[in-house]
Antibody, heavy 123, light 110 residues
Framework: QVLLVQSGSELKKPGASVKVSCKAS????????INWVRQTPGQGLEWMGW????????SYVQAFRGRSVLSSDTSVSTAYLQISSLKAEDTGVYYC????????????????WGQGTLVTVSS | QSVVTQPTSASGTPGQRVTISCSGG????????VQWFQQLPGTAPKLLIY???QRPAGVPDRFSGSKSGTSASLAISGLQSEDEADYFC???????????FGGGTKLTVL
């Protein structure tokens, strides 16, 4: 079965960086893009961007461009989200999400979600 | 603050039919694709509806989606206690080139 397993919770100080991993299994990793979604109490769910796991090419939503880097390693079927210069308002749960377009009639669908990684930014 | 609006709460009794609305503008409802997600407490969201009205395998046909003009709706028929959760809509916004999530509707089964 399709599984996305994320790395564990992180506690970081303002100004630090964090790297969240998302290991995929149960399907061909390079056949489906991986999206990243943030959930915070203040802003709710926010789509951050996505990475084409076949080419490694990332695409960012304007609000997350600059401090966020999406990457992937096909040898270990893992996608990564790195955020630098962390601020208190970055505190939230970060999800990796598969785009299941092949299984959704070629329509984009966020079909499988990782369990989420809580990132807490506090001094 | 989301550009897509949902009621903050909804409720119903077991067996009832409940509808949750999601409204926005032409930039985010002009194109076809609206998704709906269910989030149980302490868990990740789960895809319920994609492409306005399509259900992924495994989602009961009690859940249905529709879109008209600049709004969309999720209907849940035969309400069950396990349907108590937060529900989010997410249309694609052509102007922002992003998925835009609604603020979520907390469904209570009385």
């Amino acid at each position: 079965q399709v599984l996305l397993v994320q790395s564990g919770s992180e506690l970081k100080k303002p100004g630090a960086s964090v790297k969240v991993s998302c290991k995929a299994s149960g399907y061909t990793f390079t056949g489906y893009a991986i999206n990243w979604v943030r959930q915070t109490p203040g802003q709710g769910l926010e789509w951050m961007g996505w990475i084409d796991t076949n080419t490694g090419n990332p695409s960012y939503v304007q609000a997350f461009r600059g401090r966020s880097v999406l990457s992937s390693d096909t040898s270990v079927s893992t996608a990564y989200l790195q955020i630098s210069s962390l601020k208190a308002e970055d505190t939230g749960v970060y999800y990796c999400v598969r785009d299941g377009w092949r299984d959704c009639g070629r329509a984009t669908c966020l079909d499988y979600w990782g369990q989420g990684t809580l990132v807490t930014v506090s001094s | 603050q989301s550009v897509v609006t949902q009621p903050t709460s909804a409720s119903g009794t077991p067996g009832q039919r409940v509808t949750i609305s999601c409204s926005g503008g032409t930039s985010n409802f002009g194109s076809a694709n609206v998704q709906w997600f269910q989030q149980l407490p302490g868990t990740a969201p789960k895809l319920l509806i994609y492409n306005n009205n399509q259900r992924p395998a495994g989602v009961p046909d009690r859940f249905s989606g529709s879109k008209s003009g600049t709004s969309a709706s999720l209907a849940i028929s035969g309400l069950q206690s396990e349907d108590e959760a937060d529900y989010f809509c997410a249309p694609w916004d052509d102007r922002l080139n992003t998925w835009v999530f609604g603020g979520g509707t907390k469904l209570t089964v009385l």
